[in-house]
Nanobody
Framework: QVQLVESGGGLVQPGGSLRLSCVASGLIFGINPMGWYRQAPGKERELVATIRDGTNTNYADSVKGRFTISRDNTKNTVSLQMNSLKSEDTAVYYC?????????WGKGTLVTVSS
């Protein structure tokens, strides 16, 4: 069994920054791909960023240059540094880990970008 717990969401002004963190626990062995996804009201869940190791990363076009994903492989944690936030970044952000063919998800943390 695997569980993920996100933290760091909240209300931030446009142009501001937030840092999301996620801790995975349970039967996790080796280095598994991890990532962040988000779901805005009325929209489908979409990829934000993924990371396979310390350097192999992938970002959605909408967040490139603004968001940075990182991980601590030993601790099975993943973080998302979000800078220059825009109102369209408002969404519930979900932490993900992929173990073989199965995805595990956190419960989500709400990020609201508004004045």
């Amino acid at each position: 069994q695997v569980q993920l717990v996100e933290s760091g969401g909240g209300l931030v002004q446009p142009g501001g920054s937030l840092r999301l963190s996620c801790v995975a626990s349970g039967l996790i062995f080796g280095i598994n791909p991890m990532g962040w996804y988000r779901q805005a009201p009325g929209k489908e869940r979409e990829l934000v960023a993924t990371i396979r190791d310390g350097t192999n990363t992938n970002y959605a076009d909408s967040v490139k240059g603004r968001f940075t994903i990182s991980r601590d492989n030993t601790k099975n944690t993943v973080s998302l540094q979000m800078n220059s936030l825009k109102s369209e970044d408002t969404a519930v952000y979900y932490c993900n880990i992929r173990i073989y063919l199965k995805d595990f998800w956190g419960k989500g943390t709400l990020v609201t970008v508004s004045s």
